[in-house]
T-cell receptor
Framework: GENVEQHPSTLSVQEGDSAVIKCTYS??????FPWYKQELGKRPQLIID?????GEKKDQRIAVTLNKTAKHFSLHITETQPEDSAVYFC????????????FGSGTRLQVQP | ETGVTQTPRHLVMGMTNKKSLKCEQH?????MYWYKQSAKKPLELMFV???????ENNSVPSRFSPECPNSSHLFLHLHTLQPEDSALYLC????????????FGPGTRLTVT
């Protein structure tokens, strides 16, 4: 069935280093892949997304890459800062009609100052 | 508060109680969603409403009953819940026709005693 796998479940980096989170999806028909950031006690918020007709998208220190052939996409955060510490969720749509997202299991990122 | 609001923010209920969660969106969106967030399944889709019609019920137990009286309001009626239903319940909305992006509410922290 519909499935999104996310790795790693926890990630600890030193401030200034880069962080990479990877997700794989099962349905080759998926065409939208957002990433959400959820800080402790707060709601998930969209930080970047990519559509299937694009291979890479960048917004300042964050970037997302998509490999449709391999059915995986990744979040890259460069020059990490303590405020990047949060749980990050990847997601994918499997049915453009209902526009519902299937989420990965989340990655807890800790940036050590 | 603008965007997507949820009430109450915290709820403690016994297993024999009946309560309702409320979600309201002020964004003019046409689709609304209920998610359950717990340690076991970080973001689990429960129900999808598109243009006020329920288009998905993700094998949710009947003790959870959704209601969408109009495109701006979404309810989740709860009765005879179990302790394992304790979780954060998140509402989200999406414009559907213009964008895939989902906007989340702050959530209701539910504890079943």
């Amino acid at each position: 069935g519909e499935n999104v796998e996310q790795h790693p479940s926890t990630l600890s980096v030193q401030e200034g280093d880069s962080a990479v989170i990877k997700c794989t999806y099962s349905d080759s028909a998926s065409n939208y892949f957002p990433w959400y950031k959820q800080e402790l006690g707060k709601r998930p918020q969209l930080i970047i997304d990519i559509r299937s007709n694009v291979g890479e998208k960048k917004d300042q220190r964050i970037a997302v890459t998509l490999n449709k052939t391999a059915k995986h996409f990744s979040l890259h955060i460069t020059e990490t800062q303590p405020e990047d510490s949060a749980v990050y969720f990847c997601a994918a749509t499997f049915d453009t009609g209902r526009r519902a997202l299937t989420f990965g299991s989340g990655t807890r990122l800790q940036v050590q100052p | 508060e603008t965007g997507v609001t949820q009430t109450p923010r915290h709820l403690v209920m016994g297993m024999t109680n009946k309560k309702s969660l409320k979600c309201e969106q002020h964004l003019g969106h046409n689709a609304m969603y209920w998610y359950k967030q717990s340690a076991k399944k970080p973001l689990e889709l429960m129900f999808v409403y598109s243009l006020e019609e329920r288009v998905e019920n993700n094998s949710v137990p009947s003790r959870f009953s959704p209601e969408c009286p109009n495109s701006s309001h979404l309810f989740l009626h709860l009765h005879t819940l179990q302790p394992e239903d304790s979780a954060l319940y998140l509402c989200a909305s999406s414009p559907v026709t213009q964008s895939y992006e989902q906007y989340f509410g702050p959530g209701t922290r539910l504890t079943v005693t």
